[in-house]
């Protein structure tokens, strides 16, 4: 279970050159988690306003794709199999639906009947039999699931869960409102999914996956970046440990890293691809490499790359793939 924290509210008077810069850093429960934003603006009011807007909005939207609340539009989708939904939510499956697209099924919104299975959502952890996984998988396919006009059609037996890329969006929305609301800088965290805009360069830790501390320190403007890892909901068998992301091909928990951390121009990019990418084991490292090269013109694109972690013996190795400073 992540830790939550209780809500603090900050509001700091900083002098930037002749100009007056009011700062306000609060953080709130959200999205199972944390959520922190710290921003920037030139008066108390308009700083304090945005940054209240922009974690009413994500409080909304958790509520709107939350798996675990009855009324959310995405446990409604799952009961009545179709339904008129919010154009939010029309545009996250359409995200999803393309992230499964162009990894060839490595980030899926339709893993639910898995993710149950397994015990993950409950924390009823338990090894499924072979023929169990294999009678779930059948239910797991993207393509089963059909935007029409205002609503959405769920495949038979299928089931949608957004949570791999829901924070990500909620992030950029955050990001926007704050940004249209003339702040100058800040940092949205959402649980470790975190997008920092504005002109200040930020300087960002990775936790060690397999200790305290951090392994790294990346450095961030105008960018996202999110971390997929083993170490946050598992569960062991002997030696064996069972982590939450199921590989959607296979139906079995991803094994092969014990965290992936990727950079993106957006927070919903970073989520979803750091969730692919820790499920394609070796093959994520070429999947970058790939789109690293089809990015012709770097001048004026944001910063596009992954870090991959493994253990070699008890020692967490860091593996680069793409265009990454620290």
């Known amino acids: 279970m992540r830790p939550f924290l209780t809500g603090i509210l900050s509001l700091m008077f900083f002098c930037c050159c002749s100009h007056p810069v009011y700062q306000v850093d609060e953080t709130e429960i959200g999205f199972g988690s944390y959520i922190r934003i710290c921003a920037r603006g ?8 945005a940054v209240r807007k922009a974690f009413k909005e994500m409080h909304r939207l ?13 446990v409604q989708l799952n009961r009545l199999r179709r339904m008129r939904v919010s154009e939010e939510t029309r545009d996250l499956i359409n995200k999803g639906k393309a992230m499964g697209e162009e990894t060839a099924g490595a980030f899926d919104i339709t893993v639910a009947p898995l993710m149950r299975l397994w015990g993950f959502y409950d924390r009823n952890y338990r090894v499924p039999e072979s023929a169990e996984v294999k009678a779930m998988l059948k239910r797991v396919d993207y393509r089963r699931v059909m935007v029409s006009g205002d609503s959405v059609i769920l495949g038979e037996n299928v089931n949608v869960d957004l949570g791999g890329i829901a924070v990500g969006y909620a992030v950029d929305r955050a990001v926007a409102i704050m940004e249209s609301a003339g702040l100058s800088e800040g940092l949205v965290d ?30 961030l403007k105008n960018q996202a970046v999110s971390t997929s890892g083993d170490y946050e909901n598992f569960f062991e068998v002997g030696d064996q440990r069972y982590c939450h992301i199921i590989d959607p091909k296979t139906g079995y928990p991803a094994s092969r890293w014990v965290a992936v951390t990727v950079l993106a121009p957006n927070a919903w990019e970073a989520d979803a691809y750091s969730t692919a990418l820790f499920s394609l084991g070796d093959a994520g490292r070429e999947f970058v490499s790939k789109k690293q090269a089809n990015i012709q013109d770097w001048s004026g694109a944001a910063k596009w790359g992954a870090l991959f972690f493994e253990m070699q013996g008890d020692s967490v190795v860091t593996k680069k793939a793409g265009r990454v400073d620290e």
């Open 190 to 219: 959402a649980g470790g999914d975190i997008r920092v805009f504005g002109n200040k360069v930020w300087r960002i830790g990775v936790q060690n996956p397999r200790g305290e501390g951090i392994v790294r320190v990346l450095e």
């Open 62 to 74: 958790d509520t709107l794709w939350s798996i675990f609340l009855d009324k959310s539009e995405v």
């Open 42 to 49: 030139k008066t108390k009011e308009a700083t304090y306003n």
